[in-house]
């Protein structure tokens, strides 16, 4: 089916968030345990459901090839990753229009214990709603994955600023399925290196 066609069913977009430049950890959290968590997070999207995954880079620079990437795996330069966050979710929400697909789903590099189960729990959840907004919950408290349908991503673009990404658009809305995941994972960001990994 050609790639116009597919926004009309239910196809998803993976999105990793890998463009930051890693402060508190240290260095770019794209290149994280030699890549281990890249490569889980486009692994976790892959195989929940998503088709394609694309991962956004930023501060490791353009060129993919020193991070290992599984095959397949398709990567957008954010020219202006340092501004925020903002630019690498508008620019993720470029790519997925491009594409055509009908969902997105925004999932961090520094998540590593969010694994595929997770991701298609949440992906079905927004795909079996109204609003077509659905993420996870990990004890309470909201976590990604973000799943989002198309109707949302010009709002999204327009508001997002800095390092709010969608959450400016996100954090009002009533409709928006929290789907909970704490069974499955954790969920939590890794911002610092674990006391001996220095």
Excluded at 2 to 29: E, F, N, W
Aim: proline share 6%; hydrophobic share 40%.
């Amino acid at each position: 089916m050609p790639p116009a066609d597919r926004s009309t069913h239910t196809a998803c977009t993976g999105i990793v968030l890998a463009a930051g430049a890693g402060t508190r950890y240290g260095k770019p959290k794209a290149l994280a345990e030699d890549g281990a968590w890249l490569r889980s997070a486009i692994t976790a999207l892959r195989e929940g459901g998503c088709d394609p995954v694309m991962v956004m880079l930023g501060a490791t620079g353009p060129d993919p090839g020193a991070l290992g990437l599984p095959d397949g795996t398709a990567c957008r330069w954010v020219a202006d990753w340092a501004t925020g966050l903002s630019a690498t979710v508008r620019e993720g929400l470029r790519a997925a229009t491009e594409i055509g697909t009908r969902y997105v789903a925004f999932l961090p590099v520094d998540t590593p214990d969010v694994g595929a189960d997770v991701v298609a729990r949440v992906l079905a959840a927004a795909r079996a709603s109204q609003s077509g907004l659905a993420r996870a919950v990990f004890y309470d408290t909201p976590g990604h994955p973000v799943v989002i349908e198309n109707k949302h991503w010009e709002a999204i673009s327009e508001v997002a600023v800095g390092d709010i990404g969608a959450g400016s658009y996100l954090g009002g809305r009533q409709d928006m399925v929290c789907v909970t995941c704490a069974d499955l994972a954790t969920g939590t960001d890794r911002d610092f290196p674990e006391v001996g990994a220095r």
